[in-house]
């Protein structure tokens, strides 16, 4: 059941993938967002499967609580139960670990060419975070 579970994800994420190389016209979906987050982060990406890396990897910090990036807007919300001071280069640096670019770190080019073809985002993206 497990393999089955895993193999739906996985056929899930590539289609969304591949339906995002091929999209002309791109139709955003509102997305939920953080009410109030402690903390945003400009994130350069581009898919649905780039948010799940995303948001997996600021989870993956000790402190996170939740963790919401938009599609649209590049914006990664955090919310976090630890102090924003010890924090928030931990997760600009789990994030770059994963292959994404951040207003202040850069992946290195290992971690941004294992990226899917999809998820390979423009580098010189400009993102500017108003918060």
């Known amino acids: 059941m497990k393999k089955l579970y ?6 899930t994420l590539i ?24 903390i945003s ?15 997996k990897a600021a989870l993956s ?3 996170v609580e939740e963790a919401s990036w938009s599609t649209a807007t590049k914006i990664l919300d955090i919310k976090t139960k630890s102090s924003l001071d010890s924090i928030a280069i931990k997760i600009h640096q789990a994030v770059a670990d994963s292959g994404y670019d951040t207003e202040l770190m850069t992946s290195t080019e290992e ?13 010189e993206m400009v993102i500017t975070n108003n918060n």
């Open 6 to 11: 895993l193999i739906l994800i996985a056929t």
């Open 15 to 38: 289609i969304s993938c591949e339906n995002n190389k091929k999209a002309e016209t791109v139709t955003v979906k509102q997305e939920i967002s953080i009410v109030d987050p402690d």
């Open 41 to 55: 982060i400009g994130v350069r990406g581009n898919c649905g499967m780039c948010k799940t890396t995303i948001e």
């Open 61 to 63: 910090v000790d402190g």
């Open 111 to 123: 971690s941004y060419n294992s990226l899917p073809g999809c998820c390979q985002y423009n580098r």
